[in-house]
């Protein structure tokens, strides 16, 4: 089976973790650091917090923000369950934006519209959680020009766009927002395993994120509410996790952002092979916005049903029973029974609910070779053409 997404680990990765293996520190040591340093210089924010998962640092991101018990967050329905999870971690409420139909990312429309309504009803959100679907940025001026206006806070879940850029500059400089997040899992766009990390560029956000990751403790002086008692003194200040990153995986990442811009180049060349070979079937390429340079972590089409024979669903069980490992990215996360559970509705979301209906991921990833990629193309076309 051909996946749709796979990690891309050379020998100087292995030789790079294997190093830390033989060192004095398998946590807590100096590969962190640096991989903080390395992704915060490469995407221009001043501080950067890695942490085990994406989702720790979206759950530490809304706690550092004070996301709390009456508080709402809104992000996207197309997006995986983190995205919204964080805020329920934290007491708050979600609800989500539609989506645009072009980008398949929060429709800034759509959050102009329901800013309106939450402003007369009295319940505007805290923070918004724009997603970066497959790498490609939101419209993040327009939805700054929003939190300017309504007073809300901006997390960018950016899992799946290291590497992307906005505007001409790296995704993840938090120029347009409070903090940004990335996902190191290895289908993304670089790897640690397990990872995750929050950028900002505000030095009291940092700290309470860092402090956050590793159970509320300071070793810091300057934060504790007293001298301390001897040099073995640490404060706990506030109730924080162990979501810390291992200097093992840290030294995964460090060797593996050597390799972040290679690695996109590959994707747009893959991306642009498939555009190229899809534009003759009924189906829909990603549109890419002049604005926006796509880490393109996924590659999603969209089939337009009424010019084929098959349903989405029998389109991709003959994929797959081609050895085509193609997914769908997302469901629409207010229709999972937790959400349901939670008073969400079908219907909440109608551009969202027509996207799940038609879209498929189909295989992306820097070792797809041409000719499993003509594969896919072939297993597509038989499929879609009688
Ligand atoms: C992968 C992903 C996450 C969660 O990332 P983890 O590192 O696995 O916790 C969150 N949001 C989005 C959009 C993702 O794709």
């Known amino acids: 089976m051909i996946p749709y997404g796979r990690q891309d680990v050379?020998?100087?990765?292995?030789?790079?973790?294997?190093?830390?293996?033989?060192?004095?520190?398998?946590?807590?040591?100096?590969?962190?650091?640096?991989?903080?340093?390395?992704?915060?210089?490469?995407?221009?924010?001043?501080?950067?917090?890695?942490?085990?998962?994406?989702?720790?640092?979206?759950h530490i991101a809304c706690l550092a923000l004070g996301v709390g018990p009456g508080d709402w967050v809104w992000t996207s329905p197309i997006?995986?369950?983190?995205?919204?999870?964080?805020?329920?971690?934290?007491?708050?409420?979600?609800?989500?934006?539609?989506?645009?139909?072009?980008?398949?990312?929060?429709?800034?429309?759509?959050?102009?519209?329901?800013?309106?309504?939450?402003?007369?009803?009295?319940?505007?959100?805290?923070?918004?959680?724009?997603?970066?679907?497959?790498?490609?940025?939101?419209?993040?001026?327009?939805?700054?020009?929003?939190?300017q206006r309504y007073g809300f806070k901006i997390i960018e879940d950016a899992s799946h766009a290291i590497g992307g850029r906005y505007r001409g500059e790296p995704i993840g400089n938090s120029r347009y927002s409070d903090i940004t997040v990335f996902s190191f899992h290895p289908v993304k766009i670089i790897t640690t395993a397990e990872g995750g990390m929050a950028l900002t560029n505000d030095a009291e956000l940092a700290k309470r994120m860092a402090r956050l990751r590793t159970h509320g403790i300071t070793r810091d002086v300057a934060e504790m509410t007293h001298a301390p008692d001897g040099p073995w003194y640490y404060q706990q200040i506030d109730l924080g996790y162990n979501y810390r990153m291992t200097d093992l995986q840290a030294a995964l990442g460090v060797s593996q952002m050597q390799r972040l811009d290679e690695f996109v180049i590959k994707r747009h060349t893959i991306a642009q092979?498939?555009?190229?070979?899809?534009?003759?079937?009924?189906?829909?390429?990603?549109?890419?916005?002049?604005?926006?340079?796509?880490?393109?972590?996924?590659?999603?089409?969209?089939?337009?049903?009424?010019?084929?024979?098959?349903?989405?669903?029998?389109?991709?069980?003959?994929?797959?029973?081609?050895?085509?490992?193609?997914?769908?990215?997302?469901?629409?996360?207010?229709?999972?029974?937790?959400?349901?559970?939670?008073?969400?509705?079908?219907g909440h979301c109608p551009e969202a609910e027509r996207y799940y209906a038609e879209a498929i991921s189909l295989p992306m990833y820097p070792g797809l070779t041409d000719r499993q990629q003509d594969q896919v193309v072939s297993a597509l076309r038989a499929v879609v053409v009688q």
């Open 10 to 58: 050379s020998e100087a990765d292995i030789q790079a973790v294997v190093d830390v293996l033989r060192s004095d520190f398998l946590t807590q040591g100096p590969a962190v650091p640096a991989f903080e340093k390395a992704v915060a210089s490469y995407c221009g924010a001043q501080h950067a917090v890695a942490v085990n998962s994406a989702t720790g640092a979206l």
């Open 79 to 147: 997006t995986f369950v983190a995205s919204a999870n964080c805020a329920l971690y934290c007491g708050a409420q979600v609800d989500f934006v539609d989506i645009d139909p072009r980008t398949y990312n929060l429709s800034v429309e759509r959050l102009a519209e329901k800013l309106a309504q939450a402003e007369q009803a009295d319940r505007l959100p805290k923070v918004v959680i724009p997603v970066h679907l497959c790498g490609q940025s939101c419209d993040m001026a327009g939805i700054h020009a929003l939190a």
């Open 273 to 346: 092979r498939y555009d190229e070979l899809l534009a003759d079937l009924p189906l829909v390429t990603p549109w890419q916005h002049p604005d926006s340079y796509s880490g393109l972590h996924l590659y999603v089409i969209r089939l337009k049903l009424a010019e084929i024979r098959k349903s989405h669903c029998e389109v991709f069980e003959a994929l797959r029973a081609e050895g085509v490992g193609v997914n769908l990215h997302y469901i629409p996360v207010y229709r999972q029974p937790y959400y349901e559970r939670l008073d969400f509705k079908a």
